[in-house]
């Protein structure tokens, strides 16, 4: 797999533009006093689905309709961010949309992705086992599979690396949390197509951290769970193009806690006023921990999504603040 060039990144640009505009980069003065570094944040929280995977939803489906003219549906798994891309970049394009979420999965994602017409189903005790009842599912009733990793997937995603990049292009490094990987790749994608030297850092939650070990060891490492309150970072799992791209160009890739993380959650919300879902505060949460690592520099952080149910809102805020 390679990686999308700046003209497929600009192409790309052209398609995300038709349905939704440029999130805001923001400096917080209250959230650079707290980390001690110039800190930008990259506000995908404030997408038509609350998260940045609608920009790869959308040049996947203008891809699948160009490719496959006659395709009727589609289906996916997801513990929620992709399947709301899948489910709005589907009605878009005028396909039926079936997605698979685990057991437990977040009820404000489930009614979020029924309400852009999708039709769920609730299988397995995690994303893996919902992801391998997706490809079973889609043969018996010929629906053409959206992975949560692909080249199309990340030259859509890419385009919010562009917006960084376009308004920040002297960031000394930027902190992505790694899923899957389409977002850490498609900012790879976009630093590599502007030339510039900023440092992307990965990361993981230490209950999901099969991208560390495979960063650490050099080749894809799988975990026998991923038990995080971020379910977007809930991955045991790795894709193999991915652990290449992101051992090739990474940084590094720094752990977060629980703690860790529900503290950063906090933090967007009192220094902010946004609200963040685990994986979307987990970048901050690793800039915290390794702040001593600037001073005077230019670092940015992706609050990659803002869907979480309330009650567990409220129950972060109320056991940390």
């Not at 893996?128 to 043969?139: I, S």
């Not at 970072?233 to 703690?259: F, G, W």
């Not at 567990?312 to 109320?318: A, D, G, N, Q, S």
Request: charge should be neutral; aromatic fraction near 10%; glycine fraction near 8%.
């Amino acid at each position: 797999m390679k990686l999308p060039n700046k003209s497929d990144i600009e192409s790309a640009a052209s398609t995300v533009y038709q349905y939704m505009s440029s999130t805001p980069l923001y400096d917080w003065p209250l959230l650079r006093k707290r980390c001690g570094v110039n800190v930008f944040v990259k506000h995908e929280n404030h997408t038509p689905t609350g998260a940045f995977k609608i920009r790869g939803g959308l040049t996947y489906m203008s891809w699948l309709r160009s490719r496959y003219p006659t395709s009727e549906g589609v289906i996916a798994a997801t513990t929620g961010n992709h399947g709301q891309s899948v489910a709005l970049a589907a009605l878009k394009n005028g396909l039926s949309a079936v997605i698979i979420v685990p057991e437990n999965n977040s009820n404000i994602k489930n009614k979020s992705m029924i309400s852009f017409g999708a039709e769920l189903i609730t299988y397995g005790h995690d994303f893996q086992a919902a992801y391998e009842y997706a490809l079973n599912t889609a043969e018996e009733r010929n629906l053409s599979i959206v992975p949560s990793f692909s080249e199309y997937l990340i030259s859509g995603v890419s385009t919010y690396g562009l917006e960084i990049f376009q308004a920040q292009p002297d960031l000394d490094s930027l902190y992505v949390p790694i899923g899957l990987g389409s977002g850490i790749c498609g900012c790879i994608a976009a630093r590599e197509a502007f030339g510039l030297k900023t440092k992307i850092i990965g990361v993981v939650a230490e209950n999901a951290a099969c991208y560390a070990l495979s960063f650490n060891q050099k080749k894809p490492v799988s975990t026998n769970s991923a038990n995080t309150i971020a379910d977007g970072l809930a991955c045991r799992i790795p894709d193999s193009d991915a652990v290449r791209i992101i051992n090739k160009y990474v940084d590094r890739v720094v752990q977060v806690n629980e703690n860790e993380i529900k503290g950063a959650m906090g933090y967007y919300f009192t220094d902010t006023h946004n609200i963040a879902e685990g994986a979307g505060a987990a970048p901050l949460a690793a800039l915290i921990k390794e702040r001593n690592r600037y001073q005077n520099k230019n670092v940015g952080v992706v609050l990659t999504g803002g869907n979480l149910d309330l009650k567990l809102y409220c129950e972060v805020l109320k056991n940390n603040y």
